[in-house]
């Protein structure tokens, strides 16, 4: 195969990977992977899994053809793959459990028409909700249909990048697979079909857009038949329920199908057990701090309850539904937004409530420490120092900085006295500046673009300082404006203005002399301690005083050509502008290194 006349590379890859290990199927540095979808519009960190799609998106744009693994993804199912929430299910007594609302997903290939369909459905339906109120958007919403809820999960975003499609599937107990009528089976409707497949989740084909006049329904549902999906009235066991999610026709039906299958399958839970649930998303809220939505699905999860979910924890101080209503309590599918936690948790990761914050930290802290030394193994550090290598090499001819500030009023100041210093040879380039502390986003956003951050009376969350640690990114902190473009200014000196340190890299001793016509003397040597490189300097010392120094300009072991020759070792030196070796001569072979001064003050 050829790709712009390059051979693209076949590669399998599984329904969802980790960014680190897509970094390595495809081998190249996870900090590649997270600037190419960064350049795509979505944050992510290198334990974040993202799913198939993305991944292939990635993965081609590095010259890989991505194919998915469906079939090893089915063949490792088996109950450790079983989601969590499942076995919790699964290991509560079968007397206490009781028929909990159905937790659909909307699945389909781009454009189909997902989003038209969840707005139809939340307009038409949104139980609980005045008529023509607004409802908000937490990420899950529920309806009521004939007298049953159904909660539905509504991921906002672009489906090729949302990490939570592929977890859609495992979230759900039913998928609601999207196919346009006048566009038919298209590769992201047969990955959808995959990933509902290989989590064992049940399909009900919507086939939209049955209004437009090229609509086909008879070649989709052969389409359909083809990737295993057979239309029950072919006497497959796939329902297709024809729509049009635009004139709101065949929702009713819709609905119907998601509870017949849903009565066909046990749908319980056990509002009396643990309390187990995953996170659908969060956000940080200026007013209520973060807002997370967690959808419940074991045991009843109520105001007060300790909740840690990934990393961050907290006691819930209040909760809301999909209307915006207070609630104390949420039993299973429900989900609601809560306040109270202590930083943002990732969409995706599961929670659950523990009986303490005490038990909370020191789950936290355990947490920490094992991502620690996962995260140490890709650590790649963004200091002043190597910014200042890279524009020693030419490649940063700015200093690059994030901007956070605890309110507008302060960051216009900030950001235009820093665009002032920008003057000089050196520009400063603010890459973000933002009211708010710094998060997890504004480090990987530093991570990927070799910046730094400044934060003016505000604090990182502990996910953003641990993430900084990890991946070696400077946190700078101030509350004195004038302090801060000092620091900067003086930063930027230092970056014009690099002090040089010596680093001795080993001696040599000259124990014999040559003359080679047209190049002058070598000095035949035999290194003494550390070693002598090629691309170093070389001082020549007789007696204790020196007597020349300059560039190496020639080394030799035996015959041939080096780059360095160790301790314990003979070879031939030539050094630039100096040839007066004499036997009993002392070598000294040395680098100049460049330190940028701001090191320490910035
Ligand atoms: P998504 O990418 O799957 O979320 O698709 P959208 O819901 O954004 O829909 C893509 C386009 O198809 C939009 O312009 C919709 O107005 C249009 N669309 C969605 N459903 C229908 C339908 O039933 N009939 C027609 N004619 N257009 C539709």
Not at 75 to 92: A, D, F, Q, Y
Not at 200 to 220: F, G, M, Q, Y
Not at 325 to 344: C, E, F
Not at 462 to 467: E, G, K, L, P, Q
């Amino acid at each position: 195969m050829s790709n712009n006349g390059q051979s693209v590379k076949n590669i399998q890859l599984p329904a969802t990977i980790t960014i680190r290990d897509l970094a390595k199927a495809i081998d190249v540095s996870p900090i590649d992977v997270i600037k190419k979808l960064m350049a795509n519009g979505v944050m992510v960190n290198i334990n974040q899994q993202i799913d198939f799609d993305t991944a292939a998106i990635v993965a081609s744009e590095l010259g890989y053809e991505a194919t998915l693994e469906v079939e090893e993804t089915e063949k490792k199912e088996n109950l450790g793959e079983i989601p969590l929430w499942r076995r919790v299910i699964l290991s509560e007594d079968v007397n206490q459990l009781v028929n909990r609302p159905p937790v659909v997903t909307i699945l389909g290939h781009v454009d189909h028409g997902k989003t038209t369909l969840l707005d139809a459905i939340r307009h038409t339906n949104v139980a609980g909700a005045e008529v023509g109120g607004i409802t908000q958007h937490i990420g899950a919403y529920q309806i009521e249909h004939n007298g049953q809820l159904i909660t539905f999960l509504d991921t906002p975003g672009h489906a090729a990048f949302t990490a939570m499609r592929a977890r859609g599937a495992q979230g759900a107990d039913i998928v609601v697979l999207v196919v346009a009528a006048d566009d038919g089976v298209m590769p992201q409707t047969k990955e959808a079909a995959a990933h509902a497949k290989a989590a064992h989740v049940p399909i009900i084909v919507a086939l939209n857009k049955i209004d437009k006049p090229n609509a086909d329904v008879d070649r989709v549902k052969q389409q359909l038949a083809e990737i295993g999906l057979v239309p029950d009235e072919w006497d497959g066991d796939t329902i297709v329920v024809p729509i049009s999610a635009k004139q709101k026709k065949g929702l009713e039906d819709l609905l119907e199908a998601i509870l017949l299958v849903a009565d066909n399958l046990d749908i319980k839970a056990n509002p009396r057990g643990k309390i187990i649930g995953t996170v659908i998303e969060a956000k940080v809220d200026r007013a209520k701090g973060v807002l997370a939505t967690l959808l419940v699905q074991n045991g009843t999860l109520e105001v007060g309850d300790v909740v840690i979910a990934g990393i961050s924890y907290g006691r819930l101080k209040a909760m809301f539904d999909h209307t915006g209503k207070k609630v104390r309590k949420a039993g299973p599918s429900t989900p609601v937004s809560v306040m109270g936690l202590n930083d943002v948790p990732q969409a995706g990761e599961m929670f659950e409530v523990v009986n303490s914050e005490k038990d909370a930290r020191a789950i936290m802290i355990e947490r920490t420490q094992t991502q620690k030394s996962v995260d140490n193994i890709a650590k790649k550090p963004v200091t002043l120092e190597q910014l200042f290598d890279s524009f020693q090499a030419g490649d940063v001819r700015e200093l690059r900085l994030i901007i956070k500030a605890d309110v507008q009023g302060s960051l216009e100041p900030i950001v235009n006295s820093l665009k002032e210093l920008s003057k000089g040879e050196i520009a400063v380039n603010i890459l973000h500046a933002e009211t708010g502390n710094i998060s997890e986003s504004d480090v990987m956003l530093a991570s990927a673009s070799n910046a730094v951050i400044v934060g003016f009376n505000v604090q990182a969350d502990t996910a953003a300082r641990n993430m900084a640690e990890a991946e070696g990114v400077s946190i700078r902190y101030y509350d004195i404006i004038y302090r801060l473009t000092e620091d900067v200014e003086k930063a930027l000196k230092g970056m014009l203005e690099p002090e040089e340190k010596e680093v001795t890299l080993g001696h040599a001793e000259v124990r014999a002399v040559f003359h080679i016509s047209k190049v002058g003397n070598i000095a035949g040597c035999y290194v003494t301690n550390g070693e002598i490189r090629r691309n170093a300097r070389i001082r020549v010392f007789r007696k204790g005083e020196v007597v020349g120094e300059g560039a190496v300009s020639s080394l030799k072991h035996l015959t041939e050509d080096v780059r360095e020759v160790k301790q314990g070792f003979e070879c031939g030196i030539g050094v630039k502008g100096f040839d007066a070796f004499e036997k009993g001569d002392t070598l000294e072979c040395f680098i100049i290194e460049k330190a940028a001064i701001s090191k320490d003050v910035f």
